[in-house]
């Protein structure tokens, strides 16, 4: 699966972003999805992630309350709403995909498709 992440800007603290990442290639509803970032210097980090059906869902306590994964399988795109973005959000943020065969568990490692990275900047 072929995974193209767009959405990033820059934007001042409190702003809201909402990610989009469009997969094409196979069945998109076959594949758990993820959003990871990489901040400059650091190490890379899931910050969210979505079960195939929608119904499952993981943060990272650094983004709880205020980011939401969502996904729409008839689109085949995940998204990833930010709100109340903070200057330590700041980071490049990747799509990915991961395959697996239970509809109701999302993944939080081995993910076998990346996309391209979209840069999220937030000024304080």
């Known amino acids: 699966v072929q995974l193209q992440a767009c959405g990033g800007g820059l934007v001042q603290a409190g702003d809201s972003l909402r990610l989009s990442c469009a997969a094409s290639?196979?069945?998109?509803?076959?594949?758990?999805m993820g959003w990871f970032r990489q901040a400059p210097g650091k190490e890379r980090e899931l910050v969210a992630a979505?079960?195939?059906?929608?119904?499952?869902?993981y943060y990272a306590d650094s983004v709880k309350g205020r980011f939401t994964i969502s996904r729409d399988n008839a689109k085949n795109t995940a998204y990833l709403q930010m709100n109340n973005l903070k200057p330590e959000d700041t980071a490049v943020y990747y799509c990915?995909?991961?395959?697996?065969?239970?509809?109701?568990?999302?993944?939080?490692?081995?993910?076998?498709?990346w996309g391209q990275g979209t840069l999220v900047t937030v000024s304080s």
């Open positions: 290639g196979r069945t998109f509803s076959s594949y758990a």
């Open positions: 979505i079960s195939r059906s929608g119904y499952s869902t």
């Open positions: 990915a995909a991961k395959y697996v065969r239970i509809v109701t568990v999302y993944a939080l490692y081995e993910y076998n498709y």
